[in-house]
């Protein structure tokens, strides 16, 4: 059994009305940020009989723009593969910087890799279907940032792609479980200067849902 897991009805909705039930598939609605996301995941989890073999966390991200000029960066409606997941807004903040607790004691887990296994499988499954997709870091903020020097801020930091509100807090819990996560999402929006430029929210949730389909349909028949 795999388990899907999206914020939100409108990143949902699409893998639902584009998937028949499925005796290989559950789906969970996880809330959005950090907090409702571990406590609807760990509810869920604690309830199941037998846990699942894998956790896909799916829907939309904001890009972070290029550090310099001609780098390399997601623009809207590419897909995200996630290396690592960083609680980035977890510690003090001055301004738009974030810099952690000087007593260690006081910081938790705040920094994951990914199971490098599942994430080279689901990347494997892209690139065979042909779908071109960018792998690193990403961020997950309890406040989605409103500007650029912040989400600059969060790019040089943990040298990330895209941020998110749910993922570290997936991985945090699937770490707990035991259960291998891969993580991937589809950019709906540039970190920029709120308010910025309109979000391109249902193609990305619609084109994140093809991808998660496509990586259930695989993993599902790959897992055990
Ligand atoms: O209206 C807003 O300002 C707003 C801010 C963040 C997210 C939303 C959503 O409706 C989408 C839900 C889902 O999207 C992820 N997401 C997408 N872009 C970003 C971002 O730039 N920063 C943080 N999260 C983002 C996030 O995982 C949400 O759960 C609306």
């Given at each position: 059994m795999l388990l899907a897991v999206a914020a939100t009805e409108i990143e949902m909705q699409p893998l639902l009305s584009m998937r028949?039930?499925?005796?290989?598939v559950s789906y969970l609605l996880s809330g959005v940020g950090p907090l409702e996301t571990a406590v609807r995941l760990t509810s869920h989890l604690a309830r199941l009989a037998e846990l699942p073999a894998a956790v896909l966390n799916f829907g939309v991200a904001g890009a972070y723009l290029p550090p310099a000029p001609g780098d390399s960066m997601p623009e809207v409606l590419d897909v995200c593969l996630a290396e690592r997941e960083v609680f980035g807004d977890f510690g003090i903040a001055f301004g738009d910087r974030v810099e952690p607790f000087?007593?260690?004691?006081?910081?938790?887990?705040d920094d994951m890799t990914l199971d490098p296994e599942l994430a080279l499988r689901a990347g494997a499954i892209l690139s065979h279907v042909g779908v071109r997709f960018h792998r690193g870091p990403f961020v997950t903020v309890a406040a989605a940032s409103g500007t650029a020097d912040r989400g600059r801020f969060l790019q040089q930091r943990h040298r990330a792609l895209c941020e998110n509100m749910e993922g570290a807090a997936v991985a945090r819990v699937c770490r707990e479980f035991g259960i291998p996560l891969v993580e991937c999402r589809v950019i709906s929006?540039?970190?920029?200067?709120?308010?910025g430029r309109p979000w391109h929210l249902q193609p990305a949730c619609r084109k994140s849902a093809e991808i998660a389909g496509l990586l259930l349909d695989h993993l599902r028949d790959e897992l055990p």
């Open positions: 028949p039930p499925d005796a290989g000087a007593v260690p004691e006081l910081g938790g887990v929006n540039l970190v920029e200067d709120r308010p």
